[in-house]
């Protein structure tokens, strides 16, 4: 690990000031991700700033009737929360559904969303990446790509994002709230939070050097029966081969959002009018100019057959 120094901050604005003071610098808060790049070198931040002590570890009723979850909000603390669990089940079901009980301890909601979108030539720094190095080329490319994506690829990339709670929050249709480092905040809708991999795959959110998350808030509860199902290769602390959010109303109609398929958790509001004629019809738009690969291809009938068994749980 290369040498670093460190402060911690008192408040989000001072966090983002010093961002932006400092070039090469990094938010820290639990550390689950970027402390394990860290040790691989693949990041090398200059300057770590923590921030643990800013106060944002609230759940909180929002104006609209929804919630508004502080950015330091623990995984397992928001997982058990009463309001989510009520209202909003498949989020607590796709958080339970990630990493490990002892992980989930110490990720935080922010750091969850600011995962890197990876895949294991990502980890193999003998072998080129798009993300470590821009420019390099792309070594699942023609590699093995069994784990990898289908849908939004790109001939620079064909990583796909990690998390299960984004899955779940794209599906709630979920708004970053963030403050800058002159003090201004704005609120990113999670449809626009994370991009596609395009020509710029180390570039994967719509952040601003030195913007700080403060916040995700979550709209008025949708109603419905909501189910989180994960397809791993095995029963825990395993990424998805493909998962499948959905809340479903009692006339049929709902939401659907998938995941392990895409550089981006996956949703397309338009083949979500197809829920009344079957998971066929909304697994095809979806899944709408997929480019799987001779290794990853089994992710398209696995799609359809995951969005049909969370429609028959949820109808049952």
């Known amino acids: 690990m290369k040498p670093f120094t460190y402060e911690r901050a008192a408040t989000p604005a001072e966090a983002a000031g010093a961002a932006a003071r400092t070039p090469g610098a990094s938010f820290i808060a639990g550390g689950t991700n970027l402390l394990d790049l860290m040790k691989l070198q ?8 923590d921030v643990n002590g800013v106060g944002l570890d609230r759940i909180e009723p929002a104006g609209d009737g929804g919630l508004r979850i502080g950015a330091l909000v623990r995984n397992t603390e928001l997982a058990a929360d009463k309001r989510v669990r009520r209202d909003y089940a498949v989020l607590s079901r796709a958080l339970l559904a990630g990493a490990s009980g002892q992980l989930r301890n110490k990720a935080t909601t922010a750091g969850n969303l600011l995962q890197r979108t990876r895949c294991p030539y990502f980890y193999d720094t003998n072998q080129p990446c798009n993300k470590r190095r821009p420019g390099s080329g792309c070594a699942a490319i023609g590699g093995f790509s069994r784990q990898l994506g289908v849908i939004g690829v790109s001939e620079a990339c064909i990583a796909t994002h990690p998390s299960d709670m984004a899955v779940a929050m794209r599906l709630l249709d979920a708004t970053v709230e963030t403050v800058k480092p002159d003090g201004t905040t704005r609120a990113i809708p999670i449809a626009d939070f994370h991009r596609l991999p ?69 949703r397309v509001e338009a083949a ?6 079957g998971a066929k019809a909304v697994a095809a738009g979806l899944l709408a100019g997929a480019r799987p690969t001779r290794d990853n291809a089994f992710k398209l009938p696995l799609a359809e057959r995951t969005i049909a068994a969370a429609i028959d749980e949820a109808r049952a």
């Open 42 to 49: 693949i990041e090398a931040p200059a300057h770590l700033i």
């Open 198 to 266: 395009g020509d710029t795959p180390h570039i994967e959110t719509a952040l601003e050097a030195g913007e700080l998350i403060t916040a995700v808030t979550l709209p008025k509860p949708p109603g419905g029966r909501h189910i989180y199902r994960k397809v791993r290769d095995r029963a825990s602390y395993a990424f998805a081969l493909v998962s499948v959010a959905a809340v479903i109303q009692r006339d049929g109609s709902g939401r659907v959002a998938l995941g392990g398929v895409a550089h981006k958790p996956w």
């Open 272 to 277: 979500e009018a197809e829920l009344p004629r």
